[in-house]
């Protein structure tokens, strides 16, 4: 049987793709705006980036001893997908409000405003990815490390940044359309986002979760550890794009060999994805049709 809702999110699809023209057309401003009178343009998105991960590489290569080969590697891989569902939820936050005055004279389907601020920091995200297979290739080539970054591996990328797109989207929606009317929204995401940076495997690894946990509660609590999709999807990310070694998870253990992926940790994500998104498409339809009534 089909979902009462169903029928009315296919057609907001379907009007979305009548207006895709005008999408593409805000998508665009929103890179304009980000790099107006800047001198380095496209650079910054990748300055910021590059400079966490040599900070980062410095306080746990030099200072904290951790002996994990690639070390930069590895959590820039990780690091470049969790920016861009940051930064796309961040940005999506304020979104409808900031086109109020819009919304209040034009029809257009309101999905636009999110989405445009969603697929501006996807093309940067893209964008990032080819510098960082460059860099792996530099690092392949000079240093021996690891193997070519062009391997049989990189035909999962497609399927995986899809599957964080449709993640970074559906809670896109969801906050930009829960800030028209409740704007403390956009500070306890701020919190969740900065809390959840500590809580995915982006600075250390799956591996160090699963040594650290008690032995007698490693099971479920590895599993719970997993609840957050962005574990599975970061860890895809590393898996792919960079050739898994041994692991330097500290203490009594030392290098550690890395864990097997997980098939059924990434289905959840994938799952709970699409979920996601589907919650979003139904909760913002709902709700832009109060949109003007916000004074």
Do not use: C
């Not at 445009?116 to 960082?132: D, P, R």
């Not at 906050?175 to 403390?184: C, G, I, K, P, R």
């Not at 490693?218 to 719970?224: A, E, N, P, Q, T």
């Amino acid at each position: 049987m089909k979902s009462p809702a169903l029928p009315g999110l296919l057609e907001n699809l379907r009007e979305l793709w009548r207006f895709r023209e005008l999408l593409w057309a805000m998508t665009e401003r929103e890179l304009r705006i980000r790099y107006k009178n800047s001198a380095l343009g496209f650079i910054w998105s990748l300055l910021n980036p590059l400079v966490t991960i040599l900070v980062m590489t410095m306080v746990f290569k030099v200072f904290l001893r951790n002996q994990s080969e690639g070390y930069s590697a590895h959590v820039l891989a990780a690091y470049l997908p969790y920016m861009f569902v940051n930064l796309s939820i961040l940005d999506s936050a304020q979104s409808v409000l900031a086109a109020m005055p819009m919304v209040k004279k034009v029809y257009f389907p309101r999905e636009v405003l999110p989405l445009a601020s969603v697929l501006a920091n996807f093309v940067h995200f893209l964008l990032a990815i080819g510098v960082f297979f460059a860099y792996l290739f530099v690092l392949w080539a000079v240093t021996g490390f690891g193997d070519s970054p062009f391997t049989w591996r990189v035909a999962f990328l497609p399927p995986l940044v899809l599957i964080t797109l449709v993640f970074a989207t559906g809670v896109s929606l969801i906050v930009s359309a829960l800030n028209v009317f409740y704007e403390d929204v956009k500070y306890v995401v701020g919190v969740v986002l900065y809390i959840g940076f500590f809580l995915t495997p982006v600075m250390y690894f799956v591996e160090n979760v699963w040594h650290g946990l008690p032995a007698a509660y490693r099971g479920i609590g590895f599993s719970l550890y997993h609840l957050n999709p962005l574990v599975s999807i970061t860890t895809a990310f590393r898996r792919t794009l960079v050739k898994a070694g041994p692991v330097d998870v500290g203490g009594a253990e030392g290098k550690v060999p890395p864990i097997p992926f997980d098939w059924g940790y990434f289905a959840w994500a994938a799952v709970a994805s699409m979920l996601i998104l589907w919650l979003g498409l139904s909760l913002f339809n709902r709700m832009k049709w109060r949109f003007v009534e916000r004074p």
